[in-house]
């Protein structure tokens, strides 16, 4: 149980790669936190709701940041490229008074263009005190950051908010990917989607797809990047470098 147990080193990031579906171009990655404990990977689903309740997400968010920067820094220094790194950010982390703050600081300390920094925010921690989670999306925007929302269509998302948040992405939640076949009713989900990110100037990705049907019918619908099992799993740090060069 985090709380007593969890500490910094026994936390790792892997990264699941991101790829553009226009060109086939690798062009970042999702950071996904892991527990090492003992012999075995505990899944964020299992600890990252509880240190959510107890406030450990501020520190392991913390870390997740500091290690996403050395990564951007560490592809930039072996390939001479920038990747974006997307980093899940939850509600209580998005929402503490430090966080703006906090970001500042690492853009300043690592100096990584600020462009290749992503933040994921999910519906809920928007909607929670909307005028402020607005202003806050409009500080960060204007640092340079991408913004984007993450498993978009299961919160209760308003459409007329949409309109006022600053973001870049939209990220379609896996479990209208999971069983997309063409014509199907998550397809017509999928398809308005892409279509209400498009009529407003914000890029689509789809995630959890898993076969090249899925991905040859999301090319077809207009979706603009993927990421899942298909293209590949989350990477352990030391594959992620690898990967890279494996698509020059
Ligand atoms: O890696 P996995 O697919 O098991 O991730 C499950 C969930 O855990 C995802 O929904 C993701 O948003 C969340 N998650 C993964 N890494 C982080 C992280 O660094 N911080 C937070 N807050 N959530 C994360
Ligand atoms: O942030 P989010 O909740 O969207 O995290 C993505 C989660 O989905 C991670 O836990 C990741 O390991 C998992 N994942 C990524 N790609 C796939 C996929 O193609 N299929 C399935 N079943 N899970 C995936
Ligand atoms: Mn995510
Ligand atoms: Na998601």
């Given at each position: 149980?985090?709380?007593n147990g969890l ?25 996904l936190v892991r ?214």
């Open positions: 149980m985090p709380g500490q910094r080193d026994e936390l790792e990031l892997h990264f699941q790669p991101q790829q553009r579906l226009r060109d086939a171009e690798l062009i970042g990655f999702e950071a527990w090492r404990r003992g012999g075995k990977l505990v899944p964020p689903a299992e600890f990252i709701p509880i240190a959510e309740e107890s406030g450990l997400v501020i520190a392991i968010g913390d870390w997740v940041l500091e290690r996403a920067c050395a990564q951007i820094l560490e592809l930039r220094a072996q390939t001479g490229k920038d990747f974006v790194i997307a980093v899940n950010i939850s509600p209580r982390q998005f929402l503490h008074p430090d966080f703006l703050r906090k970001i500042e600081r690492l853009l300043k300390e690592t100096q990584i263009d600020p462009c290749t920094l992503e933040l994921e925010i999910t519906e809920g921690a928007v909607m929670e005190q909307t005028e402020n989670a607005i202003a806050l999306l409009h500080k960060l925007r204007a640092l340079g950051l991408k913004l984007s929302i993450d498993d978009f269509g299961t919160g209760y998302s308003s459409l007329s908010y949409l309109k006022r948040f600053p973001i870049d992405k939209l990220k379609i939640d896996q479990s209208f990917v999971r069983q997309l076949k063409p014509h199907s009713q998550d397809s017509a989900i999928v398809e308005a989607v892409i279509g209400l990110g498009h009529t407003l100037g914000i890029n689509v990705i789809a995630e959890g797809v898993e076969t090249i049907d899925q991905r040859e019918w999301l090319k077809r619908l207009s979706c603009d990047e993927i990421q899942g099992y298909y293209y590949s799993r989350p990477l352990p740090c030391e594959n992620v470098l690898p990967f890279v060069l494996s698509q020059f």
